[in-house]
């Protein structure tokens, strides 16, 4: 129990830098340079995706023996899409379709999609003896 509750801590830390990374981008491409919010919600994602996967796999997630680098990889990436339709699904429902200010919805989208990361990386990609 101990081991997972760091694990969810570090998870948490992980996920505060992400997020910051997620809405600065979506913010400076929105709001900022007046970019349609699908396009400027997808590519904060994708940028912080890229530090997720490379901190994620570093302090959160130990490697499966057995699994190569670039199958994590492919995995990580294939449940981060999913994650990233799943948050743009939510962001276009609660901004255009409810008329929530877009960040509002993003805090709503990245609640519920960090859930979704956290039960299927852990799942999936974690070689932890604590699954």
Known sequence: ?????????KFGVVGIVATIIDFGIMNLLHYGAHLDILFANTAGFVVSLIFNYVAS??????????MSRRREFIIFVV??????????GIVL?????LSIEANVAKIAATALVMIYNF??????????SSQ
Do not use: C, P, W, Y
């Open 1 to 9: 129990m101990k081991t997972l509750l760091s694990q969810l801590a």
């Open 79 to 88: 449940l981060s899409v999913i994650g990233l339709i799943l948050n743009d």
């Open 93 to 97: 429902a609660l901004n255009k379709g």
């Open 57 to 66: 796999m570093k302090f959160v997630f130990e490697h499966r023996d057995g």
């Open 119 to 128: 039960v299927t990386r852990k799942i999936l990609l974690d070689g932890t």
